[in-house]
């Protein structure tokens, strides 16, 4: 075998959906190729394509294998990939505002604690930290994000709450994330942004969109009282 | 006007689902047996697609306020209008007054009940089906409750001649052959990156028909029992896209059929996936049922989609010649 093995390869998914990975880590520019890849595909146009969903290292294409078989669709594909180098990521930077502590964050002090640091530490850190979204998953709207600092992981609440109000901020092991809707969760809470991360009503129905790039903006109640009546009328 | 009496355990709205949002978390979701809901659609003259009851062993008790035509598909729950059995797989006119309710499951696990001209519902992101996890489509993203009202939109087919009085014609459509007979469940499984990673005797455990349905079986997917499997060296899977049928296996060894409602990404070993033609099948699998698979290939799997998909076309073609007036 040659030693210029293409840079992806294909893997079928069924027969109604096939997987092409990219690499095998988790990795913002990496990831940062996935969703360029996929915003590529977008731009291709090809029909019989439902879903394109990007993760970590893949992308997993659902097409109808009454469109397409799927050696026609892989060597359509081909070109796409082969055209890859220099292509940026389409993401956007977002600031999300977050109100930490107290009510919203009812987990902070019990994280500074086991982190050896002050909640205002934390808060420092948590808000200085650059999150790439590498996808979303889980449920609807909920991000899987990248660039938490280690000196803030923490294991996830051995009990985990029967309800965890939606746009949670949180901490489960070394990830951070946000929770789009109230749901029963196990990650320590360290504060809770007034956005909507999930709305059906709007277009996109989501806030946060694989590729974006996030920062957390620490905010005070008032700020968060002000921005969560704007969410309500937009 | 639908009134749900009694609401079953579990009675939602279903459709084809809501592709298009996987990329955002949104599962696709809809009809577990898909063959099953598009027939009832065409049974009475509607579209595919179209939002109809999706219908869990323990059926529901209906009452029709007005006279509709509709067709129950799917498993078989021993049907009952104004306390006479009813067929299934034929379309059904149930005069205005009548009452709808359901006996013991004598085959499958989901019924389909679609009536002509479709329920009238709200699109929510493209679909009408219901998603509890997005709390959406349906009626609010909840399942059926007693006192629920359900509306349909107008008829595709007249009334029959004497309207006030239940009536099947004596034509359908035939079903078995999609379901396939024996004591179990057959289904060709298209090998995943860690099929070959299994030790031998685990391989020949999913051929066998070693395994069953547990307890544990919804939407989500069906968990299956078992001698536990091992994979030779354990790789953990990148979190990555997954579909229903995907066979997946948990640290548990234990494996799980994901099924119409599962998630978009999962990140447990993949044993493989079922091939689409087989989805009815493993969607009427209840617990307790032998699931046997057998190695497929994705260009077979294919080929026999698409021969698939031509015969269902002639049935349906045949179909609307039967329809007397329909509008």
């Known amino acids: 075998m040659s030693g210029s093995q293409p840079p992806w390869r294909f893997q079928p998914l069924g027969d109604s959906a096939l997987m092409i990975e990219l690499g095998t880590g988790i990795d913002p520019g990496l990831n940062a190729r996935v969703h360029a890849l996929a915003a590529r595909l977008d731009h291709a146009g090809l029909p019989g394509i439902a879903d394109r969903v990007p993760?970590?290292?893949?992308?997993?294409?659902?097409?109808?294998?009454?469109?397409?078989?799927?050696?026609?669709?892989v060597e359509r594909l081909r070109p796409l990939l082969e055209a890859e180098a220099g292509a940026p990521c389409p993401g956007r930077e977002?600031?999300?505002?977050?109100?930490?502590?107290?009510?919203?964050?009812?987990?902070?002090?019990?994280?500074?604690?086991?982190?050896?640091?002050?909640?205002?530490?934390?808060?420092?850190?948590?808000?200085?930290?650059?999150?790439?979204?590498?996808?979303?998953?889980?449920?609807?709207?909920?991000?899987?994000?990248?660039?938490?600092?280690?000196?803030?992981?923490?294991?996830?609440?051995?009990?985990?709450?029967?309800?965890?109000?939606?746009?949670?901020?949180?901490?489960?092991?070394?990830?951070?994330?946000?929770?789009?809707?109230?749901?029963?969760?196990?990650?320590q809470l360290v504060g809770r942004t007034p956005w909507r991360l999930f709305d059906p009503a709007r277009q996109p129905p989501c806030r946060i969109l694989p590729g974006d790039r996030l920062r957390f903006r620490a905010i005070g109640l008032e700020e968060f009282q002000a921005l969560a009546e704007q969410e309500d009328r937009a | 006007m639908i009134r749900v009496e009694q609401a079953g355990l579990g009675t939602r709205i279903e459709d084809a689902g809501r592709p298009g949002w996987q990329h955002l978390g949104i599962a696709t979701g809809g009809a577990m047996d898909p063959h099953a809901a598009r027939a009832a659609n065409a049974l009475v003259g509607n579209e595919p697609g179209v939002a109809l009851l999706e219908i869990p062993l323990a059926g529901p008790v209906l009452s029709f306020e007005r006279g509709l035509w509709l067709a129950l598909t799917g498993a078989d729950l021993s049907p009952e209008l104004d306390g006479r059995a009813v067929d299934g797989w034929r379309p059904l006119w149930c005069p205005a007054g009548s009452r709808l309710r359901f006996g013991r499951p004598s085959w499958g696990c989901r019924a389909y009940l679609a009536v002509s001209g479709g329920l009238d519902l709200p699109e929510v992101l493209g679909s009408r089906a219901t998603d509890e996890r997005a709390g959406i489509g349906g009626l609010e993203g909840?399942?059926?409750?007693?006192?629920?009202v359900l509306k349909s939109l107008p008829a595709r087919l007249p009334p029959p001649e004497a309207p006030e009085r239940p009536w099947q014609p004596d034509w359908g459509l035939a079903w078995r052959e999609i379901y396939g007979v024996g004591e179990a469940w057959r289904l060709q499984l298209i090998p995943g990156e860690a099929w070959d990673g299994l030790e031998a005797a685990g391989q020949a455990a999913l051929l066998d028909g070693s395994f069953r349905v547990a307890a544990r079986a919804d939407r989500m997917g069906l968990c299956l029992d078992g001698p536990a499997l091992r994979l030779r060296e354990t790789r953990e899977r990148l979190s990555a896209g997954v579909a229903p049928g995907c066979l997946q296996l948990p640290p548990s060894g234990l494996p799980i059929l994901l099924g119409a409602a599962c998630q978009t990404t999962g990140g447990y070993p993949l044993l493989g996936r079922v091939a689409s033609q087989d989805r009815p099948r493993w969607a009427q699998a209840r617990p307790g049922d032998a699931l046997a698979f057998e190695l497929g290939d994705v260009a077979t799997a294919q080929s026999a989609w698409r021969r698939e998909e031509r015969l269902w076309q002639m049935q349906k073609a045949e179909l609307c010649r039967r329809y007397p007036y329909q509008r």
């Open chain 1, 55 to 73: 993760a970590y290292a893949s992308l997993c294409l659902h097409y109808d294998p009454l469109a397409w078989d799927y050696a026609t669709l």
């Open chain 1, 94 to 187: 977002l600031t999300v505002p977050v109100c930490y502590g107290g009510e919203f964050g009812p987990d902070l002090a019990a994280l500074a604690t086991h982190c050896g640091l002050s909640e205002s530490e934390v808060i420092a850190r948590h808000s200085a930290g650059a999150y790439p979204v590498y996808f979303l998953g889980f449920a609807p709207g909920f991000p899987y994000l990248g660039g938490l600092d280690p000196a803030l992981a923490m294991p996830r609440r051995a009990q985990p709450r029967p309800r965890v109000p939606a746009g949670s901020v949180a901490i489960g092991g070394a990830q951070t994330g946000i929770y789009p809707q109230a749901t029963p969760g196990g990650w």
């Open chain 2, 142 to 148: 909840r399942t059926l409750r007693a006192g629920d």
